[in-house]
């Protein structure tokens, strides 16, 4: 079974300062971990994804995540937020040619 | 490279009418599937199609019906339309294939009054 828990449903951060989504998983085998983010009245935009490999991933805007084995984490990162990151992140897991499951995703909201 | 396409961006139907919504795959995707996102929630899976046929089908009633053409792109067609079909509903394509990213279009806001 796959699934992934986002334990906090609104994050608040400055501008300028370094972001964090939490995301935890738990699944069988080798995990297949996306995010994807989506602002206001939109669609859903890819972000990355891990496979396998490197456990520092980087994607697009400037963001990038770490699988942590020994934590089972994934969390989503940016060193520096901009207002306009202000939207919807979910953390979702994939696993051979499954639909994916989304949970209720988290909330960024960045303040000027 | 044009990603993937929905159309309408927008409709308003009335309860017990019926909606066909489109899709267009990013172009070389052979997958396509949808979800409907209720506000406030993550998005639902509906269903998945593959080479012209249902491969899975998430817990939705059979009002929820797709097609896939040849040429890959899809429709989900809905009968009987409630309120509570109000939602977006987002098309995502990939290869079928394990760890393929999975891209979604911008979605059809389908409200039903």
Do not use: M
Request: glycine share 8%; charged share 15%; net charge neutral.
């Amino acid at each position: 079974a796959q699934s992934v828990a986002q334990p906090e449903d609104q994050v608040n951060v400055a501008e300028g300062n370094p972001l964090t989504v939490k995301c935890t998983y738990s699944v069988s085998g080798n995990p297949y971990l996306f995010w994807y983010v989506q602002y206001p009245n939109r669609g859903l935009q890819f972000l990355l994804k891990y496979i396998t490999g490197d456990n520092l991933v980087k994607g697009s805007y400037g963001f990038e995540a770490e699988f942590n084995k020994s934590q089972t984490s994934f969390h989503l990162k940016k060193p520096s937020a901009l207002v306009s990151d202000s939207a919807l992140y979910f953390c979702v897991p994939h696993s051979g040619n499954t639909p994916l499951v989304f949970g209720k995703g988290t909330r960024l909201s960045v303040i000027a | 490279d044009a990603g993937v396409t929905q159309s309408p961006t927008h409709l308003i139907k009335t309860r017990g009418q019926q909606v066909t919504l489109r899709c267009s795959p990013k172009s070389g995707h052979d997958t396509v599937s949808w979800y409907q996102q209720a506000l406030g929630q993550g998005p639902q899976f509906i269903f998945q199609y593959y080479e012209e046929e249902e491969r899975q089908r998430g817990n939705f009633p059979d009002r929820f019906s797709g097609h896939q053409f040849p040429n890959y792109s899809s429709e989900l067609n809905v009968n009987a339309l409630l309120l509570g079909d109000s939602a977006l509903y987002l098309c995502a394509s990939s290869f079928l294939s394990s760890g393929n990213t999975i891209y979604f279009g911008e979605g059809s806001w389908l409200t039903v009054v």
